[in-house]
């Protein structure tokens, strides 16, 4: 992401020691729609309606990331950049924050609390997680348990589950999302400055430039995570184990089709293209989307050539006359709109562009630009999120959630 936007990755020693052990392989329990297991509180509208956005909330700082937690259906939760969670019920923002932690957080540019996740079990056991850059810079995936229905967390309760160096100020990625396996996946930038330096994108022995998976109820007493034993690289011994796919210059957000488990990517390109990579579930990760060899799907170190083979290729595309930042989106499978099931909607942050495509046969089909109907009011888009209903929101940096829905 750009706000526009080896210093090797280290663990801390607890996770090496949850390394060594490991995590047997578990049967993948998926996790449901938003919407499934109740009714809609809207109506469903037939085929696919003209859609328009529609401000639900504003007044918040620099917020970056919206999610809802599993089960809770009053209230949403934004990340603001400055290090504080904050609720939004009914409207309107509530003043005291869910949580606020601004004194631990460097903030600025690229860096700041820049992603939260809810633990499926969320309504029972309050544990939710978070991406964040401390006073030095370098990022902390974390955890903190909230009481049972509570407005306000325990900034006390923090668990550090990993911590990452990172070389330069910008290119901390951010997404977190937990799978339809309940495992915990976590986006990171190559670490920064500008043509990956230090060649973090292909390198496996570091955790830059990659989506992480790593399993958080499994560790052993005392140790944060454990790994997956069915992990593409736990066997690699050149690799560190939890790293899930490769090849990823900075990957924003990111987001899991609830339907069937692909995991779409947005990722910020260099000067030329953005692009948006899914990672299949049937593949069971190990993919290399190609960054620093190349940008999209050109190369990019050598204008005469490059190797593309066991390369994953971008779904989609586009070059800077459309934007200069993208901003990954959500698959919608939500109550309202039954016609745009399995339509995946991103942006830009630079522009305001939003767009959409629904994956099948191996392609992006169906691709419509939005932005026209979308984007009146629509400022700088950090993020995309998801109510109860599954109802796509997004997330203006200057302040602002909307609402997409029909007309």
């Known amino acids: 992401m750009s706000f526009r936007s080896p210093a090797r990755a280290l663990v801390t020693a607890a996770a090496l020691a949850a390394l060594a052990c490991g995590s047997e392989t ?11 297991g109740g009714s809609c509180e809207t109506s469903p509208v037939s085929g696919t309606p003209q859609i328009t956005s529609v401000r639900v909330a504003s007044g918040l700082s620099q917020p970056v990331d919206l999610q809802s937690a599993p089960g809770d259906r009053t209230r949403l939760f934004v990340v603001e950049q400055g290090g504080r969670i904050r609720i939004i019920r009914g409207g309107a923002v509530v003043t005291a ?4 932690i601004a004194s631990r957080i460097s903030t600025g540019g690229e860096r700041g609390l820049l992603g939260l996740a809810f633990h499926p079990g969320f309504a029972q056991n309050g544990r939710f997680f978070v991406n964040y850059t401390d006073p030095q810079g370098h990022t902390h995936i974390a955890e903190f348990r909230a009481a049972a229905g509570s407005d306000t967390a325990d900034p006390s309760s923090e668990r550090l589950v990993l911590f990452v160096t990172q070389p330069f100020a910008n290119h901390n990625g951010g997404g977190l999302a937990f799978g339809n396996d309940g495992m915990l996946y976590i ?7 500008g043509g990956d330096p230090l060649n973090n994108g292909q390198s496996l022995l570091t955790a830059l430039g990659k989506i992480l998976r790593i399993d958080v109820d499994r560790g ?3 140790q944060p995570f454990a790994v997956p034993a069915d992990n593409p690289f736990v066997a690699t011994g050149a690799a560190l184990p939890y790293i899930w796919a490769y090849g990823l210059r900075n990957p924003w957000r990111i987001a899991f089709d609830r339907a069937n488990g692909d995991l779409y990517i947005g990722d910020v390109g260099q000067n030329a293209l953005e692009e948006v990579d899914i990672g299949l579930a049937s593949r069971r990760g190990g993919e290399n989307y190609g960054w620093s060899v190349m940008e999209g799907s050109r190369c990019f170190r050598s204008s005469s050539g490059c190797p593309t083979a ?6 989609v595309e586009y070059g800077r006359g459309d934007g200069c930042s993208i901003t990954g ?6 109550c309202r709109m039954p016609g745009y099931q399995g339509t995946y909607f991103y942006g830009d942050y630079c522009t305001g562009m939003i767009r959409s495509f629904r994956f099948g046969n191996g392609a992006a089909l169906d691709q419509r630009d939005w932005t026209a109907a979308l984007g009146r009011g629509v400022g700088n888009i950090t993020s995309f999120g ?17 609402r997409i829905e029909p007309q």
């Open 187 to 193: 986006a990171l930038g190559d670490g920064g400055s």
């Open 310 to 315: 066991g390369l994953t290729m971008p779904v």
């Open 97 to 100: 924050p869910f949580l606020d």
């Open 26 to 36: 578990t049967d993948p329990t998926p996790l449901p729609s938003p919407s499934a």
């Open 386 to 402: 998801v109510n109860a209903d599954g109802e796509i929101h997004i997330v203006d940096h200057d302040g602002e959630i909307y």
């Open 329 to 334: 989106g959500i698959v919608y499978r939500g």
């Open 220 to 222: 052993q007493p005392g």
